[in-house]
């Protein structure tokens, strides 16, 4: 009798794998496990685990050498990977990858076109995917006028500027409805009024469909218009995976704080008392925190709109346990609607954003300036 022992361990390998990597039905992308290297570098990326359902708009952040366009690239199965990687239910790794890169569409962030008009640039992308001639004419037409570029249909690929080349990729990732769009750097090269236009078009047309996204973007403008997910990539790894807005205003630590340009990162100890926990902050300034804080933090968060006037005129009421303060003013910088005041504190820099109403008349540089803050509104890092 023949025996079929290595049948029974490829059989029982594959159901451990769709137990580690979840649901064919949950996600459209899994990874668990995920490492890249090269010859020169390790742990280019290390991705623990990562998962995207249908439908969330996820964005990535990291500086330079971080690992994000790896990340993409190898999502996109461009990359030689160890580890597991699920899309759309099935095993990367097994599955026809040339099926799987068709139910997605990654567009890169150098400009690459081939030497062919826009229109045929664009309608390739559908060919490569079988969709019948009499619906590609009408579906280039609708994506190259989503991104405004339309009337750059019969000019030659070669012939376009860098921010017209760029509308055209984006048109060509996206004409094909997929249903994972991996876009690193979308609006690099577009000019700086046309980027949140392009970006809403992007999540409109994602949202319409039904995809999901990974956006890799450097501009923080951008992000903030678009995802609801954030993940914070460091070295090649996860250090944060949240809401986007935890992830701005409780980020995991100093790294991600500086990334996501929090306004006040002040040094401080800690000191466990009666009401709470004493915290003493570089600049002299003193308060009672009342919840509960690990022992191991160097530094607490302040975001600049947590700050507002300490006056009789304020409009926010008084709370027990505020913060008061009083500092030096140093710079103002008027906007609309809010002014944002640079201020000394001691030896250190802050920065508040008031309502321009109570700042008009009542700041001027070089004046002092009574401010205060919630205890609740400081995160620890």
């Given at each position: 009798?023949?025996?079929?022992?290595?049948?029974?361990?490829?059989?029982?390998?594959?159901?451990?794998?769709?137990?580690?990597?979840?649901?064919?039905?949950?996600?459209?992308?899994?990874?668990?496990?995920?490492?890249?290297?090269?010859?020169?570098?390790?742990?280019?990326?290390?991705?623990?685990?990562?998962?995207?359902?249908?439908?969330?708009?996820?964005?990535?952040?990291?500086?330079?050498?971080?690992?994000?366009?790896?990340?993409?690239?190898?999502?996109?199965?461009?990359?030689?990977?160890?580890?597991?990687?699920?899309?759309?239910?099935?095993?990367?790794?097994?599955?026809?990858?040339?099926?799987?890169?068709?139910?997605?569409?990654?567009?890169?962030?150098?400009?690459?076109?081939?030497?062919?008009?826009?229109?045929?640039?664009?309608?390739?992308?559908?060919?490569?995917?079988?969709?019948?001639?009499?619906?590609?004419?009408?579906?280039?037409?609708?994506?190259?006028?989503?991104?405004?570029?339309?009337?750059?249909?019969?000019?030659?690929?070669?012939?376009?500027?860098?921010?017209?080349?760029?509308?055209?990729?984006?048109?060509?990732?996206?004409?094909?409805?997929?249903?994972?769009?991996?876009?690193?750097?979308?609006?690099?090269?577009?000019?700086?009024?046309?980027?949140?236009?392009?970006?809403?078009?992007?999540?409109?047309?994602?949202?319409?469909?039904?995809?999901?996204?990974?956006?890799?973007?450097?501009?923080?403008?951008?992000?903030?218009?678009?995802?609801?997910?954030?993940?914070?990539?460091?070295?090649?790894?996860?250090?944060?995976?949240?809401?986007?807005?935890?992830?701005?205003?409780?980020?995991?630590?100093?790294?991600?704080?500086?990334?996501?340009?929090?306004?006040?990162?002040?040094?401080?100890?800690?000191?466990?008392?009666?009401?709470?926990?004493?915290?003493?902050?570089?600049?002299?300034?003193?308060?009672?925190?009342?919840?509960?804080?690990?022992?191991?933090?160097?530094?607490?968060?302040?975001?600049?709109?947590?700050?507002?006037?300490?006056?009789?005129?304020?409009?926010?009421?008084?709370?027990?346990?505020?913060?008061?303060?009083?500092?030096?003013?140093?710079?103002?910088?008027?906007?609309?609607?809010?002014?944002?005041?640079?201020?000394?504190l001691g030896e250190q820099i802050l920065t508040a954003k008031l309502r321009r109403g109570y700042t008009s008349e009542n700041i001027y540089r070089h004046g002092k300036i009574k401010l205060a803050f919630s205890p609740t509104d400081v995160h620890f890092v």
């Amino acid at each position: 009798m023949m025996k079929i022992t290595g049948f029974k361990s490829f059989v029982a390998s594959a159901v451990g794998r769709q137990k580690n990597l979840g649901s064919i039905n949950e996600y459209v992308l899994n990874m668990h496990q995920v490492k890249v290297d090269s010859k020169t570098r390790k742990n280019i990326l290390t991705i623990d685990n990562f998962a995207v359902r249908p439908g969330e708009l996820v964005a990535v952040l990291g500086p330079n050498g971080a690992g994000k366009s790896t990340m993409l690239r190898t999502i996109n199965m461009l990359q030689p990977y160890r580890g597991q990687i699920q899309l759309f239910g099935q095993d990367a790794s097994y599955a026809n990858q040339t099926n799987l890169r068709r139910r997605s569409a990654l567009v890169f962030q150098e400009t690459l076109l081939l030497d062919d008009t826009v229109f045929n640039n664009v309608a390739r992308v559908l060919q490569f995917r079988g969709v019948p001639k009499h619906q590609i004419k009408q579906r280039v037409y609708t994506a190259l006028e989503t991104f405004g570029c339309e009337h750059l249909a019969y000019r030659s690929a070669r012939s376009l500027s860098g921010g017209e080349g760029k509308r055209v990729c984006i048109a060509s990732g996206l004409v094909a409805d997929s249903e994972l769009l991996l876009l690193d750097e979308p609006s690099a090269s577009l000019d700086v009024a046309i980027r949140p236009q392009i970006i809403e078009k992007i999540r409109q047309w994602a949202q319409d469909r039904g995809s999901a996204v990974i956006l890799v973007s450097h501009n923080f403008t951008d992000i903030l218009n678009f995802a609801d997910r954030a993940i914070a990539l460091f070295d090649g790894c996860i250090i944060q995976d949240d809401k986007l807005e935890n992830l701005i205003r409780r980020p995991a630590n100093q790294q991600i704080a500086r990334l996501v340009g929090m306004d006040n990162i002040i040094p401080c100890k800690i000191k466990p008392g009666d009401r709470g926990y004493l915290i003493k902050l570089a600049n002299s300034l003193e308060f009672f925190y009342p919840g509960e804080l690990k022992t191991t933090i160097t530094a607490c968060c302040l975001s600049s709109d947590a700050f507002y006037l300490d006056h009789t005129n304020s409009s926010i009421p008084y709370q027990p346990g505020v913060v008061r303060l009083e500092g030096r003013v140093e710079r103002i910088l008027r906007g609309i609607g809010t002014d944002t005041i640079r201020f000394q504190l001691g030896e250190q820099i802050l920065t508040a954003k008031l309502r321009r109403g109570y700042t008009s008349e009542n700041i001027y540089r070089h004046g002092k300036i009574k401010l205060a803050f919630s205890p609740t509104d400081v995160h620890f890092v």
